[in-house]
């Protein structure tokens, strides 16, 4: 992968990204942390879908810029499609308590999922 460029990576939408994390943190806007209950209703993971984009498929993978830090990665798919097969990217938005976590990538071709991966 060191002969790749950035170019080859899609990104997605940076402000529905913003949106949904702004999205996530509003149940404890204003709260005070002490009243706040911690329990599985409260505090549970939260995932929430930002943005969907089209990509095509090469050398069996697609390739993407993901956000809160985690950089490039390319996923694999999981069959033999012709490159340049079209993809539909979905990336959701992981929190805890209004805190961000990480972020899960869907791949969708011709309307079903083939893959599935959450990063961290």
């Known amino acids: 992968m060191a002969n790749e460029t950035n170019d080859e990576y899609a990104e997605f939408d940076e402000q529905a990204v913003t949106a949904t994390l702004e999205a996530s943190r509003q149940p404890f806007e204003g709260r005070n942390l002490q009243e706040v209950d911690f329990s599985a209703v409260d505090g549970g993971e939260l995932e929430l879908r930002a943005s969907c984009i089209s990509i095509t498929s090469g050398n069996h993978r697609v390739c993407l810029k993901l956000p809160l830090g985690i950089g490039n990665v390319c996923l694999p798919l999981p069959f033999d499609l012709p490159d340049g097969t079209a993809v539909r990217a979905c990336l959701s938005t992981r929190t805890k308590w209004g805190i ?15 893959v599935s991966k959450c990063f961290p």
């Not at 961000?100 to 083939?114: D, N, S």
């Open 100 to 114: 961000p976590t990480g972020v899960c990538v869907k791949l969708y071709v011709a309307g079903e999922q083939i």
